[in-house]
């Protein structure tokens, strides 16, 4: 069962781990910091809790630390209970959500294994913004897909942001990291993957006709602002678009994924 302690002082070193959650070269879960995976609201620390990543504690209300029972029956770690003011004193802002967990990070799979075991997966190049990334793997966990591969400039998922937006799914979605771009691309020719890359291009194959349904087939995507290379998109197979209206160049990356994961459901 997890330790219940009081904690009446904001300064006491026991709750470190949630501290200035707003100051960025502080913060637990930036680069330079511990690493640690932050989940806030008692869905997403629902989802930490059964996730792989070992959970370190939680902070929070009473009252949002008491939902948590049934889960914390099987943890041996600490649950610091505070009062709404002292829990704002320490993380640095107000938390309507009322309870927090930390957690330290799971190994990531290798991404040649996760290609193996998968038939269905996204491949991003250059998604910056935690808060489309976060949506993005909350598509993806929603709408079926064995998998994330994580290309050239994308920002960690892991960030407290990009974890809060996925509504935790960002801990429940396998996902891997690139380091040879877009050399790593052609493992997923190797393995039988047809690779569509999305880009409003007048050439492009609209999604509904493209048979993203079919088969083992990975989508790249690209930022938000220029998407996706000139390399990433002669790594492809084809060139897939999302049919527009009213001058309306394209969608937020977020939203077109959505589109694009519903269109590789065998069921679409």
Do not use: Q
């Not at 640690?36 to 792989?52: K, M």
Request: glycine fraction near 10%; proline fraction near 7%.
């Amino acid at each position: 069962m997890a330790r219940l302690i009081e904690v009446t002082d904001a300064e006491d070193p026991a709750v470190d781990d949630f501290r200035d959650l707003t100051t960025a070269d502080r913060r637990p879960d930036r680069p330079g910091g511990r690493g640690l995976v932050i989940g806030e609201g008692r869905l997403v620390v629902e989802r930490l809790l059964a996730s792989p990543y070992p959970v370190r504690g939680l902070l929070g209300e009473r009252k949002r630390i008491n939902t948590l029972e049934p889960l914390l029956r099987e943890l041996d770690v600490p649950a610091y209970i505070v009062e709404p003011d002292m829990l704002a004193r320490i993380v640095g802002f107000h938390l309507n959500r009322g309870v927090l967990a930390v957690a330290d990070r799971a190994p990531e799979p290798d991404p040649a294994e996760l290609i193996r075991r998968s038939s269905k997966l996204a491949v991003l190049e250059g998604v910056v913004d935690h808060e489309n990334l976060g949506a993005m793997f909350r598509n993806a966990a929603g709408l079926g897909l064995d998998g994330v591969l994580l290309g050239r400039g994308c920002s960690d998922p892991l960030y407290r942001r990009s974890v809060r937006v996925s509504m935790g799914h960002v801990l429940r979605v396998p996902f891997a990291r690139l380091t040879d771009w877009p050399g790593d691309l052609e493992r997923l020719g190797a393995n039988g993957f047809r690779v569509a890359a999305l880009a409003p291009r007048p050439d492009a194959v609209p999604v509904g006709r493209a048979g993203l349904s079919e088969g083992k087939v990975a989508v790249l995507m690209g930022s938000e602002g220029p998407g996706l290379s000139e390399e990433a998109l002669r790594s492809s197979d084809l060139t897939v678009g999302i049919p527009m209206s009213r001058e309306v160049d394209s969608l937020n990356v977020a939203a077109s994924a959505a589109i694009v994961f519903h269109a590789m459901r065998s069921d679409s």
